[in-house]
């Protein structure tokens, strides 16, 4: 059974997955990482989930704000040993929740080509395809994604 937590971007066990989730897109996104690497300082994250088994921080996502009701999802990430287990849509889920008790009505998020199991992840939970937006307007292998709370 998972549990999931909402905290902020000063959680360790946060802290420490995002420093895997780093090391797994430097790998999959090789080198346009740098690029991507730019916006996805933590430090001004306010809303944080992070999903734990057994107290054993398994996998987290964030929201920030992105403007007049919307609201971007990012930093998701599972752990290797817990992929496929549905723990990532139970963090979309949270997120989701979250974002709508805090007032949005929508919620954005990029993610890469090579991403297949995001993609799938996203598509399955009712986001559709959206032209990039905003940093990720030129860049080709992103694909950016919406949903209406």
Known sequence: MYT???TNSDNLDFQKLIIELDKDLAIK??????????????NLIKYVVVAYEANKPIGCGAIKEYG???????RMF?????RGKGVAGKILIELQSWAKELGYSKCILETG???IEAIGLYK????????????YS???SSICFEKTL
Do not use: C, L, T, W
């Open 113 to 115: 080509d090579k991403m």
């Open 68 to 74: 007049n009701g919307v609201i971007e999802i990012k």
């Open 29 to 42: 996104n090789g080198e346009i990482n740098n690029y991507f690497a730019q916006f996805n300082k933590i």
């Open 124 to 135: 399955k939970n009712n986001f559709v395809v959206i032209p990039n937006y905003g940093q």
């Open 138 to 140: 030129n860049i080709e």
């Open 78 to 82: 599972v752990s290797d040993e817990m």
């Open 4 to 6: 999931i937590i909402r």
